[in-house]
C-alpha cells in the first residue's frame, strides 16, 4: 500500500531582501537595530564584495548581530530555471523573480573579458517589429534588487567573488541589453547601476556599463547627469518614414528630437564620451548603399562623437523580416568606414541557444503564446481578449 503524506508549504519567506537597498536605505536598517554608522560599510562589503549571501558567515560583524540580521533579512539572488550554455561560450539563464515572472540574462565572453547582458523589464512595450522580446505578452518593470540580481548571479556561477580587480575579472562589462527599455524602468536602473559601480562592492566603472535605449528621449539628458555611462542608441535607420515604419517610439520622438538629445548626453557626461549608434540590417529595409550614405550625412551633420555598431538582423521564429547577405552587410560598413566612422559587424552570439541580440523572450512565454496562437487558431479565443493572466 502506498501511503501519502501532505505536508503543509512552508510558510513564505518575508524577510526583507538587502539586495536593492542603497547604503543610506541599509543604514537605516541598521541605525533601527542600534548598530552604528560604520557597519554598513562592513556589511556592503560583505554582500557586495565578498558575495557572501549566508549572514553567518559574515565574521567580522558581531554574533548577535548575524543573529538579529538573519532573523530579519535576507541576501537573495534570482531562482535558476535553465542554463544553457553555446558552442561559442555562450552562457544563458532563464531566471525566476520571487512572483513567477521569468528573464533572460546573457554572458558573453571574450577572450580576456566578457559582457553581462542584463535584463530591465519582463517583456517590452516599445513593440519594435524585428524585436522578440517586444512581442512578448506581460510586462512589468523589474526591481533594482532584481536588476542587480542577475548580475550577481553571473558572478556566482563563474566564481567571481570576492570582486576581482578590474584588469583580471572575466565578467568585465554591464551592458543593458537584455530585455526590456531600460530608459522606461528608469529609477530602478538608475539605483541598480549605482550599486553595480560602487567601488568598494561590484566596482563596475562607468566606462564599463553600456546603457541601450531605443530612444526615450525624456530620459536620456537625465541619465547623463545621473549615471553617465556609456550610451548605446538603437537608431537602425537614416530617415524618419524607415524608422516610423520599424520602431513606433519614432513617431513620439523622430530622430532630429533623439539626435539632439544625443549632443546633450555627450556634453553632459564628457565630450570624451562617444555615443554608439546600433544599427540592424534589415534585408530590402535599411540595407542599401543610398541608406549608408545617408546615415553617414545624418550623424556628420549632427555634430555627435559617434560610432556605429551594425547588428545583421538575427531571425527569430515567424519574424516579419530577414536577414541580409553578407556582401551586403560588409558593403554598408565600408560606407561607413570610409566616412571615418568605427563601424565592427557585430557577430551574433549564442545564437544556437537564441541568446542573441533580440532574440530573448522567456521560455514560459514561449509556450504560452503558442497555446494562445493555438487556441486562436481553433476560434476557441478572441485574438482582441487581454492575455491570460500567469
Ligand atoms: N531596449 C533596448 C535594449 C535592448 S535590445 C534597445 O532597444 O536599445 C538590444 C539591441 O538589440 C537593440 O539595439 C535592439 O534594437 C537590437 N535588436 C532587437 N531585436 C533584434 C534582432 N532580431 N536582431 C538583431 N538585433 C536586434
Ligand atoms: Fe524593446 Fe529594445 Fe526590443 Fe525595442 S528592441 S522591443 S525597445 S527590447
Redesign the pocket.
Known amino acids: 500500500m502506498i501511503e501519502t503524506q501532505t505536508i503543509a508549504p512552508a510558510p513564505a519567506d518575508t524577510r526583507r531582501d538587502l539586495i536593492g537597498l542603497s547604503r543610506e536605505e541599509l543604514a537605516q536598517e541598521l541605525a533601527a537595530l542600534g548598530e552604528k554608522p560604520f557597519r554598513v560599510k562592513q556589511l556592503w562589503h560583505w554582500i557586495y564584495h565578498q558575495g557572501e549571501t549566508d549572514f553567518p558567515a559574515m565574521t567580522t560583524l558581531a554574533k548577535g548581530l548575524r543573529e538579529t540580521l538573519a532573523e530579519r533579512f535576507a541576501v537573495r539572488r534570482p531562482r535558476v530555471v535553465t542554463e544553457q550554455n553555446s558552442a561559442d561560450g555562450t552562457r544563458k539563464w532563464l531566471l525566476a523573480m520571487p512572483d513567477g515572472n521569468q528573464v533572460e540574462t546573457v554572458h558573453i565572453p571574450e577572450e580576456d573579458r566578457g559582457a553581462v547582458?542584463v535584463s530591465?523589464q519582463v517583456g517590452?512595450t516599445?513593440t519594435?517589429r524585428?524585436?522578440?522580446?517586444?512581442t512578448q505578452l506581460l510586462v512589468r518593470n523589474l526591481s533594482a534588487a532584481e536588476i542587480v540580481g542577475q548580475f550577481m548571479l553571473a558572478r556566482d556561477s563563474y566564481g567571481e567573488w570576492p570582486t576581482p580587480t578590474d584588469e583580471t575579472r572575466h565578467l568585465s562589462n554591464v551592458v543593458?541589453?537584455?530585455?526590456?527599455?531600460?530608459l522606461l524602468n528608469y529609477d530602478a536602473v538608475v539605483r541598480a547601476m549605482k550599486i553595480v559601480m560602487d567601488p568598494e562592492g561590484i566596482a563596475m566603472s562607468k566606462r564599463r556599463v553600456t546603457l541601450?535605449?531605443?530612444?526615450y528621449v525624456p530620459n536620456i539628458r537625465r541619465c547623463a547627469a545621473d549615471l553617465g555611462v556609456k550610451l548605446?542608441?538603437?537608431l537602425?535607420a537614416a530617415t524618419d518614414e524607415v524608422r516610423d515604419a520599424i520602431?513606433p517610439i519614432n513617431r513620439k520622438y523622430p530622430i532630429a528630437e533623439l539626435l539632439a538629445a544625443c549632443r546633450d548626453y555627450q556634453e553632459i557626461a564628457g565630450a570624451r564620451q562617444y555615443v554608439t549608434f546600433?544599427y540592424?540590417l534589415l534585408k530590402g529595409v535599411n540595407d542599401s548603399l543610398a541608406d549608408a550614405r545617408q546615415l553617414v550625412r545624418l550623424i556628420e551633420s549632427s555634430g555627435i562623437g559617434a560610432k556605429f555598431?551594425l547588428?545583421?538582423?538575427?531571425?527569430?521564429p515567424g519574424?516579419p523580416?530577414e536577414t541580409p547577405a553578407v556582401k551586403t552587410v560588409q558593403a554598408f560598413a565600408e560606407v561607413l568606414t570610409a566616412a571615418g566612422f568605427a563601424a565592427p559587424i557585430?557577430v551574433?552570439r549564442g545564437r544556437d541557444i537564441l541568446a542573441?541580440?533580440?532574440?530573448?523572450r522567456s521560455a514560459s512565454e514561449r509556450q504560452k503564446l503558442s497555446r494562445v496562437r493555438a487556441r486562436q487558431a481553433e476560434g476557441i479565443d478572441d485574438p482582441h481578449a487581454p492575455p491570460e493572466k500567469s
Do not use: D, K
Open positions: 547582458c530591465t517590452c516599445m519594435c524585428f524585436c522578440h522580446t517586444g543593458l541589453m537584455g530585455m526590456g527599455e531600460p541601450s535605449t531605443s530612444g548605446a542608441v538603437s537602425h520602431m546600433e540592424i555598431n547588428i545583421p538582423f538575427n531571425a527569430w519574424a523580416y557585430r551574433p542573441a541580440c533580440g532574440q530573448l
